[in-house]
């Protein structure tokens, strides 16, 4: 057991949720509309939750799962669904139509939009949210009374007495190691490059995304707003994102989509984006369990991230409720396996799709003939199109 300094503040609540991303925000509102409180924490301020830029597609399922929870949701308004995708390759178009194959769409919808109208709600609902406080680690899990240590924003200790915890904190979550036992135990992969992502000022290139695989790398052209898009290319992942010009930039974009004449614009923000497969071993253990970036992490083809996290709150907040409220103990005995299987078809779907689009160092021309056979595979049969559009749109929740 810890031992608390003198000056600590302890707080109990039902449910230490350790994160205010989507994760976090959405468990903490799904346990309130069960009667059960939690405390949320995140080291961030609330400006740097608002602002962080991360990817842009909400899968049909999480858009329903917003609506439903949340009345004042922007996503119908300041959202644009999409009813499919190009696959561009040998300077051709493949529209991949998810309406006409699976009946479902995407929403181009930006995650800090998500966590926007997501703090706006829990706030509103007068819920405990705290900014500005690190958790530094988590105690007592095989019990019935587990807690968060934590440092509040004056570098005062903070105890959070609860009945569960939840690590909704990332991929350098401070909960994982409390439950694997290291914070790396879990199943990995790298990739030999990275994407350069820029938003601009400009009008879109195209009204849909376009993936496209070229002799000279992948390129993702993507939209935010009327005005403002994203794009990214693929990179070397030790680029200095500064290193660039912004006519090299575009000269680099534009020879990776032929047969389509970027509309080009001053780049407003550049970062460059690593790509890595993780599953954590352990999703849970005793009184506390892992969800979002924390239990598992996706390289960024397909826009899996958010929508996945979003999966796993809607498992733990039903294995919670009949925990905490039902004294039940079988959904959260099962919520790791429950997860697993959505995050395995997830990472399955994300590897491909990199694999299928990326030209790879060690490629040579036999690779890049099989990658274009892949292709046409995919975009010649409606099977292979209904594939991609049933796990692009998401496999219902
Ligand atoms: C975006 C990011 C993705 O990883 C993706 O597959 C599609 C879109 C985006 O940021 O717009």
Request: hydrophobic share 40%.
């Amino acid at each position: 057991m810890s031992t608390a300094t003198p000056n600590a503040t302890t707080v109990r609540t039902r449910v230490a949720i350790v994160g205010a991303g989507p994760a976090g925000l959405i468990l903490s509102h799904l346990l309130a509309v069960a009667g059960i409180d939690s405390v949320v924490i995140d080291q961030r301020s609330r400006e740097d939750i608002e602002q962080t830029i991360r990817a842009g597609i909400l899968e049909q399922g999480t858009v329903d799962l917003l609506t439903e929870i949340d009345p004042h949701t922007r996503v119908h308004t300041v959202g644009d669904r999409h009813d499919g995708i190009e696959l561009r390759f040998q300077g051709a178009g493949h529209r991949i139509d998810f309406r006409e194959l699976v009946g479902r769409s995407v929403w181009l919808y930006p995650q800090h939009e998500v966590l926007k109208d997501m703090l706006a709600l829990r706030l509103r609902t007068g819920q405990d949210l705290r900014f500005g406080v690190t958790a530094s680690r988590v105690e007592g899990i095989n019990t019935e009374t587990p807690r968060v240590i934590a440092t509040d924003a004056d570098g005062a200790e903070l105890i959070i007495d609860a009945d569960f915890v939840v690590g909704a904190d990332g991929s350098r979550s401070v909960v994982r190691p409390a439950i694997a036992g290291t914070s790396r135990d879990g199943y990995f992969r790298e990739y030999p490059f990275a994407w350069f992502g820029i938003l601009c000022d400009a009008p879109a290139s195209a009204d849909e995304l376009i993936y496209s695989n070229s002799p000279d790398g992948f390129a993702l052209i993507s939209q935010r707003s009327p005005d403002v898009q994203r794009m990214y290319f693929q990179c070397d992942p030790d680029i200095d994102p500064n290193a660039m010009s912004e006519a090299e930039i575009w000269e680099t974009l534009q020879v990776r989509v032929p047969g389509t004449t970027l509309k080009e614009g001053k780049i407003l923000q550049r970062d460059v984006l690593r790509f890595r497969s993780f599953v954590a071993r352990e999703l849970r253990h005793g009184r506390a369990a892992l969800v979002g970036d924390a239990a598992h992490t996706v390289p960024p083809t397909g826009a899996k991230g958010m929508n996945l996290a979003i999966a796993d709150v809607v498992l733990l907040a039903r294995a919670l409720d009949t925990l905490l409220n039902e004294n039940d103990t079988r959904l959260i005995g099962t919520y790791a396996d429950d997860a697993l299987k959505r995050i395995w078809k997830a990472q399955h779907f994300s590897w491909w799709m990199t694999n299928m689009l990326h030209s790879l160092p060690e490629h040579n021309e036999f690779d890049r003939q099989r990658q274009l056979g892949e292709l046409r595979s995919v975009t010649d049969s409606e099977a292979g199109r209904t594939y991609l559009a049933e796990a692009y749109t998401g496999w219902p929740i």
